[in-house]
């Protein structure tokens, strides 16, 4: 079973609201791809129910609401585009300042689409006044929806947070990792001083005080200690392969994703079997995107797994970081359970 075979099997999960690095940069985020999509979506939808005032049948309406979405939809692309190039310098202003300038450049745009409609021949003569007025209060609608975005994401932040602390570290494998460097101190007292260095390593990043995301470089490190300690417990029943890509490493992802699916692999891969189980992590730059896959075998004659909690978790978490960007999926196929992230890579100098 390849890759290829386990992806067609694949379901997308529903994407989630976005969190972000700070309320002020999140207001005015016009560079996010849910953010863009939903606005044209607004805006197509107002005119559509705005063009069928003084309509008399379904061929006029549609006319109309074709000549109007024709001068529309380039005026909050516009409108989109100069947000997005605002983005960094309005972060810094307070959230007075960028409503007022969402809602100036909305009437800009909606002189620029009266404009393109006056120059078609569609509006003579051209009413600039109410174009203006109809763009600075869809602006202003759009501003306070993502305001109202930021105020409604808070709690389901916090409650990710809390499900993240309670989710980071097993008491279960607390235990098991202190049986096992107390059974190694006398015989391997080098290999028990390494289990603990890994073990602090892990709670070092597991008790501070998280960022809002951590590179795919820190999640693989953070991986990486996690299976040398249960390399240490289960032997030649845990069988790794890493198939990383470099380039990959800069993607970001909330912190302390990694470990909790590969804990998962372990937990229903290698702890049920007798014979152990191969798990493989895999990184891959694909175009713009990251794309991470944590795939093991599964024992014979085991179902879906019940993952809950760790799962949920992390998409939940995902989502709230990169909205319709980032992709979660699961997949269990013929003995082989995978998890695929998909998230995408910064620009070049700049956050994605």
């Known amino acids: 079973m390849n890759d290829s075979q386990i992806l067609s099997t694949f379901q997308d999960l529903p994407p989630q609201p976005a969190s972000g690095r700070g309320e002020h940069a999140l207001v ?205 417990r289960f032997g030649e029943r845990l069988r790794v392969q890493w198939q990383l890509d470099d380039a990959a490493g800069s993607a970001t992802l909330p912190p302390l994703l990694l470990q909790p699916l590969v804990e998962n692999a372990v937990k229903h891969g290698v702890e049920p079997s007798d014979t152990g189980a191969e798990i493989r992590i895999s990184t891959e730059r694909r175009g713009t995107m990251a794309v991470i896959k944590v795939t093991n075998t599964v024992p014979a004659g085991q179902g879906p797994r019940g993952h809950g909690l760790a799962l949920a978790n992390v998409r939940e978490r995902l989502g709230l970081l990169h909205d319709l960007q980032g992709t979660f999926r699961t997949a269990l196929v013929d003995g082989l359970y995978q998890v695929r992230i998909e998230v995408p890579l910064p620009h070049e100098g700049g956050a994605p």
């Open 28 to 232: 005015f985020d016009a560079c996010h791809v849910g953010v863009i999509l939903r606005a044209v979506l607004f805006v197509v939808a107002v005119v559509a129910v705005g063009a069928m005032f003084g309509t008399a049948s379904l061929l006029d309406w549609l006319a109309r609401t074709s000549i109007v979405t024709g001068g529309a939809l380039p005026a909050t692309l516009a409108w989109l585009i100069a947000g997005c190039s605002l983005k960094k310098p309005l972060a810094r202003q307070r959230l007075g300042v960028q409503v007022a300038a969402g809602v100036g450049l909305g009437a800009l745009a909606g002189l620029y689409g009266c404009g393109l409609l006056a120059l078609a021949g569609f509006a003579d003569p051209a009413p600039w006044l109410a174009s203006a007025s109809a763009g600075a209060l869809l602006a202003g609608m759009l501003v306070a929806a993502l305001v109202w975005r930021v105020k409604g994401r808070t709690p389901a932040a916090t409650m990710a947070r809390l499900t993240e602390l309670q989710s980071r570290i097993r008491p279960h494998f607390l235990f098991n990792t202190l049986n096992t460097a107390i059974a190694l101190v006398r015989e391997e007292p080098e290999r028990a001083e390494s289990i603990l260095e890994d073990l602090a390593e892990l709670f070092r990043h597991a008790l501070a005080e998280q960022g809002a995301s951590a590179t795919l470089t820190q999640e693989i490190a953070l991986a990486r200690h996690y299976l040398q300690i249960e390399q240490a």
